[in-house]
């Protein structure tokens, strides 16, 4: 029996303890590691006295993070890279809560039934814990809601001038952003032209701290609405322009649910803007393809492949116009709501 090649036996040890590198990610931006390391390399006792920690073990932290690129190991100590100027708080494009939300307490709980969840195609958090995903993150876990909705806040701002480019609208419009989180996109589209109208709506416990420029006295606040609301029950806001970014995660039938409610509200011939990560065509799939697993876990969701997105789009009775790349990472799939309600041209 020939060996296996050493490639493949590192390739599979390193997947194997990749929970490992999560962890030490997340222990740095806990810590504010990248924080403390400035512009000039530092040891790991420097770095131990400004975050209060033990130098020993910091150093096997931080020798554990630069064997992946995340802070370089050299003679003179530990620098920066550009992965860990990510982790920075005072980086415009921060990714530090992204990290926080993908390694949150509630994500080592749920891995394990990734089998089960295999087995029998259903994530069972709700079995578990008694109560769908976003009703245990809003009544039982508050903090990690708030890191949630920074995350997404953060992922959003890689994308959301790319998307308001794409978009391309002018006039007296008034454009939805469903499920919009906090808003940054909905505020970067309302930016770009002062004779739009907008609306944010997303559950109540997320309008709470929504976007400063939203904010009633905010300068887009006399623009836009707030509204409160289940996506899956109806989306009561009469408009032109609807956009659902990284929403449509939960299983086929909420999806066609809240896709049709979007539907039921459009002005005729309204157009329905679905924005998401495709599985397939994704310059990003490691991230893509776990997330798909996680969306299994806890929202008994998908990342969709780019066929089985426009099929649901289609169920709803939209009419699919345009698919294209926008941003990094996304595709952007343009609908229209047919002129006669029901009728699919
Ligand atoms: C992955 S985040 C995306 C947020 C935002 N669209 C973005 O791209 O940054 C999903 C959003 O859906 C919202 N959400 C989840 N279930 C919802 C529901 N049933 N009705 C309305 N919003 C919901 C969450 O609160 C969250 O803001």
Known sequence: MTAPALEA???????????????????????????????EPASAAELARAINAEPGTLDRLLRALSSQGVFAAQDDGYAHTPVSRLLRTDTPRSLRDMVLWATEPWTWTVWPRLADA???????????????????????????????????????????????????????????????????????????????????FDLPGVLTDVDPRLRADGELGDRCRLVAGDCRESVPIEADVFILKNVLEWDDANTVAALRNVAASARPGGRVVVVENLVDGSPETGFTTAMDLLLLLNVDGRKHLRQSLLRLVREAGLTVTDVRPVGPYLHMIDSRVPDVPGITR
């Open 118 to 200: 295999v087995r029998t195609g259903k994530g069972g958090f709700s079995e578990v814990h008694g109560k769908d995903f976003f009703t245990f993150l809003y009544e039982d876990a508050p903090e990690s809601a708030e890191v949630f909705n920074r995350a997404m806040t953060q992922a959003s701002r890689l994308s959301s001038d790319a998307i308001a480019e794409a978009l391309d609208l002018n006039g007296d419009l008034t454009v939805v952003d469903v499920a919009g989180g906090h808003g940054d996109l909905v505020a970067t589209v309302l930016e770009r032209d002062p004779s739009l109208r907008g609306a944010l």
């Open 9 to 39: 036996v590192t390739n599979l040890r390193r997947l194997a303890l990749a929970a490992g590198h999560a962890a030490a990610l997340r222990a740095a931006a806990q810590l504010g590691v990248a924080d403390a390391l400035g512009e």
